[in-house]
């Protein structure tokens, strides 16, 4: 990325925050009915911290949204709380990294506080600017989707969704988490294994490493490669 963006992003830095808030069973709109409520929209300080589990919190939600294996889900982001205009950007002030969303099978989606997470979908960086997650996020009204495994076993998951803006410069990630609780019914037996937040990520890990204004900037992937099934 060019040198001239770094001047622009210094007077961005601060300037647009979001959060994930919506979820989408197929084509039917759940809002926020099952997504724990994160205390607000700035980013989480540390990747070492307790929130990098399920948002900045403590985040709770007592409803759980029924998904058939096989059907697709679609995680949506916004800046602020019930602001869903696709006229305002997903996540704005050049806020560039990628966007991971994880699943984590759980005995209950409601009270769950640990978990192994594995990764269902991810949109990282190909050497332009719209290629970012965060710009293919605003591109698509602050909305991924993804399918849920068919092969995946039925009950209770959390979902995570993720975007890490790394605007900020070297080893300063700025990740937005929430968790979308979930029921999946109708699956098979496979059971993947998964990494733990905190701690899947650290700060030594390449795509933290470098400024992605630097000339030599790498995109490489934090945590685990995509599960499909």
Not at 35 to 52: E, G, Y
Not at 189 to 209: E, H, M
Request: aromatic share 8%.
């Amino acid at each position: 990325m060019k040198s001239a963006i770094v001047l622009l992003a210094a007077a961005t830095v601060a300037s647009a925050h979001s959060t994930w808030q919506d979820l989408w069973v197929g084509t039917t709109d759940k809002a926020t009915s099952c997504t724990r409520t994160v205390k607000d929209n700035n980013p989480i300080d540390s990747l070492t911290s307790k929130d990098m589990f399920c948002g900045r919190g403590p985040a709770t939600q007592s409803g759980v949204c029924e998904v058939a294996a096989g059907t697709a889900l679609t995680v949506e982001m916004h800046a602020q709380p019930g602001e869903r205009s696709c006229s305002q950007p997903a996540i704005g002030g050049n806020h560039y990294g990628p966007v991971y969303v994880y699943m984590a099978k759980v005995s209950d989606a409601t009270t769950a506080q640990t978990a192994s997470f594995f990764k269902v979908a991810e949109d990282g960086y190909t050497g332009t600017t719209a290629s970012w997650g965060t710009e293919i996020l605003n591109a698509n009204c602050g909305k991924r989707a993804f399918t849920v495994p068919k092969s995946l076993a039925s009950g209770d998951y959390l979902v995570r969704a993720e975007a890490i803006a790394l605007h900020a410069g070297a080893q300063n990630p700025q990740p937005y988490v929430s968790c979308m609780q979930v029921k999946v019914t109708g699956g098979g037996s496979a059971n993947p294994a998964g990494v733990s937040f905190p701690g899947a990520y650290k700060l030594s890990d390449a795509l933290f490493t470098k400024a992605i204004y630097d000339s030599s900037f790498k995109y490489t992937s934090v945590g685990p490669a995509v599960w499909t099934g």
